[in-house]
């Protein structure tokens, strides 16, 4: 099925998947250069590769096969957990993002709030060259990271989340609990890691790639502080208890790059939220 699927790209494209064979680039990372800089379709990037893969290097192994990915249930308005009924408020297909309702009660929100108080610190990002986090304008927000399990509080919290998206707590990183103030942001980014670049490939050797993002609000803000989607011009507004999820990769551990979000300025009160970030396998 792929001999119809070369000619069809550009020629230059189609050099440039040879070239890289040849220098025994791993096809599942040039499928995602494909996906991003040339805006093909995942599909259509990975059949290419495939097709020329066989034709001359089939000693390269072949990209991965679809895998498992979190999920929330949305069949009904709301998911039993086995400590909570979590409400299903909204949610989207593609790219796959969910909005929780009821996921946390307000005294868990005030007791992981005071719990991280005394620990924040400058919020960073990770460097694109060497993978150390570093201080950027993009980010102004103070954070304090807790550990997986540190706390009965946040162990009850983290088995919920694994409930809620049918994913091993072990898969998930520790808590990011976030202060944004009048003014404090979060420009347009990504939770993926880009495993054509040198840092953020670092990150991937510990449980490799960040496949979803749950965030859970902690407190209501009077004015701004939402969590906006601009490439499907969503944006979600912090409500106390609820959380947002989306899923940043397909099965095939390719980003979706539809899943660029921001952390909007907060106009007035202040935004605590908590991050969890999943993994593809075990975090450790």
């Known amino acids: 099925m792929y001999k119809t699927v070369m000619p069809t790209l550009p020629e230059a494209w189609q050099a440039w ?8 680039c791993a096809p599942a990372e040039m499928a995602q250069v494909m996906v991003r800089d040339g805006k093909f379709e995942a599909t259509l990037a990975r059949a290419a590769i495939e097709e020329a893969r066989q034709a ?9 096969s679809a895998q498992p990915l979190p999920e929330v249930d949305t069949s009904s308005n709301f998911f039993r957990t086995p ?12 790219p796959r ?8 009660s307000h005294e868990e929100c005030d007791a992981l709030i005071a719990y991280g108080q005394t620990r924040l610190e ?18 102004t927000s103070r954070g304090a990271m807790l550990q997986r399990g540190e706390t009965e509080l946040v162990t ?12 091993p707590a072990e898969n998930g990183e520790g808590l990011q609990m976030l202060q944004y103030e009048k003014g404090n942001e979060y420009r347009p980014h990504f939770d993926w890691f880009d495993a054509t670049r040198p840092g953020p490939r670092k990150h991937l050797e510990r449980g490799g790639q960040r496949v979803g993002t749950i965030v859970m609000y902690l407190s209501d803000v009077e004015s701004g502080g939402g969590t906006s989607f601009p490439e499907i ?25 539809k899943t660029l979000h921001a952390g909007e300025p907060v106009e007035k009160g202040v935004k605590y939220i908590a991050t969890k970030w999943l993994r593809e396998r075990a975090y450790v």
């Not at 993002?97 to 946390?104: D, M, P």
């Not at 400058?122 to 980010?139: F, I």
């Not at 009850?156 to 994913?167: F, P, Q, S």
């Not at 011009?233 to 979706?256: E, H, I, M, S």
């Open 233 to 257: 011009g969503l944006t979600v507004q912090p409500k106390k208890g609820c959380a947002v999820f989306f899923v940043n990769t397909d099965a095939y551990r390719n980003p979706d790059p």
């Open 156 to 167: 009850r919290i983290e088995a919920r989340l694994a409930a809620v998206t049918r994913w």
């Open 17 to 24: 998947i040879t070239e890289n064979l040849a220098r025994g």
């Open 122 to 139: 400058r919020s960073p990002v990770v460097s694109d060259t060497d993978g150390k986090t570093e201080l950027h304008a993009h980010r």
């Open 83 to 94: 400590d909570r009924d979590v409400e299903i408020l909204f949610s989207l297909r593609a």
């Open 56 to 64: 001359g290097f089939s000693h390269i192994p072949a990209a991965p």
């Open 97 to 104: 993002v969910v909005l929780l309702g009821n996921l946390l």
